[in-house]
C-alpha cells in the first residue's frame, strides 16, 4: 500500500524568507503532482513531475523530484503573503491514472 | 480553461436520505473521480471512472455508488446518507496519458443531521 508523508504538516514563515516542504512516498510511482488549495477552495495544481531529477518552477515555487530517494521537494523562495494556502502532493498509485494518494497537507501562513 | 463544475456546492441533508452529487467537465476528458476530504485524513478516492458506464472502486466504496451516462457527467449516490458522510466531496476529470493534469471541480460541502 503506498503512503504520502508530507512535513511539515504546518509552516508560519516570515515574508522574504526562503522554506522547503518535503513529500516522501513508500513505492515505486511514476507520477507526482503537487496542489495548492485555499480556504474554502477547491485544488489548483501547480506542477507534475514524471521523471527523477524533474525540476520546475513557476515564480517564487520550484518543485523537484528523486524517484531513486522516493522524495519530492516543493521550494519556496523569498516568500510573500500571496502564497499562504495548503500545499498538496500526490502520487500515482497501481499504475492508475487518476488513483492519486494525498499527502496530509502542508498549511502554509506567510506573515509580514 | 478546463471547467469541472459541480452543481452543488453546499448542501443539508436528513439520515437516511438519498443524496446525488453531480459533476460535468467540459473538455471531453475520458476519467473523472469523486474524492473525499476531511481534515486530518486528506483526500481520499471513493470512485473513479475511464469511460462511459465504466467505474472502479477507489480506496472508500463503501456506502457511494455512481453513475456515468454521459462522457461529460459523473454523479455520486449516497443511497442512504449517514452523519459519518458529513465532507467535503470534490470531483475532478482529466485526459488519460501521463503527465496529464488531473483537474478538481469547487467542491460539495455535504452535512448529513
Known amino acids: 500500500e503506498l503512503k504520502v508523508e508530507q512535513n511539515p504538516l504546518f509552516l508560519s514563515m516570515q515574508e522574504g524568507k526562503n522554506y522547503t516542504i518535503y513529500c516522501n512516498y513508500s513505492?515505486?510511482?511514476?507520477?507526482l503532482y503537487w496542489y495548492r488549495q485555499d480556504p474554502g477552495k477547491s485544488l489548483e495544481s501547480l506542477f507534475v513531475?514524471?521523471?527523477?531529477?524533474a525540476v520546475k518552477q513557476e515564480g517564487r515555487l520550484m518543485a523537484s523530484l528523486d524517484t531513486k530517494a522516493r522524495l519530492s521537494t516543493l521550494h519556496i523562495t523569498a516568500a510573500v503573503h500571496d502564497l499562504s494556502a495548503t500545499y498538496f502532493c500526490a502520487v500515482v498509485y497501481g499504475g492508475s491514472q487518476g488513483n492519486l494518494i494525498f499527502g496530509k497537507g502542508t498549511k502554509l501562513s506567510v506573515k509580514p | 480553461d478546463v471547467k469541472v463544475t459541480q452543481s452543488s456546492r453546499y448542501l443539508v441533508k436528513r439520515t437516511g436520505e438519498k443524496v446525488f452529487l453531480e459533476c460535468v467537465q467540459d473538455m471531453d476528458h475520458e476519467n473523472m473521480f469523486w474524492y473525499r476530504q476531511d481534515p486530518g485524513l486528506g483526500l481520499r478516492l471513493i470512485y473513479f471512472s475511464y469511460d462511459v458506464k465504466m467505474k472502479e472502486k477507489g480506496d472508500i466504496p463503501e456506502g457511494y455508488s455512481v453513475s456515468r451516462e454521459k462522457k461529460e457527467r459523473f454523479s455520486l449516490i449516497l443511497e442512504s446518507a449517514s452523519t459519518n458522510q458529513t465532507s467535503m466531496y470534490l470531483c475532478a476529470s482529466s485526459v488519460t496519458g501521463a503527465g496529464n493534469t488531473i483537474y478538481f471541480g469547487e467542491g460539495s460541502w455535504l452535512t448529513v443531521v
Open positions: 513505492t515505486t510511482s511514476d507520477r
Open positions: 513531475l514524471l521523471s527523477n531529477g
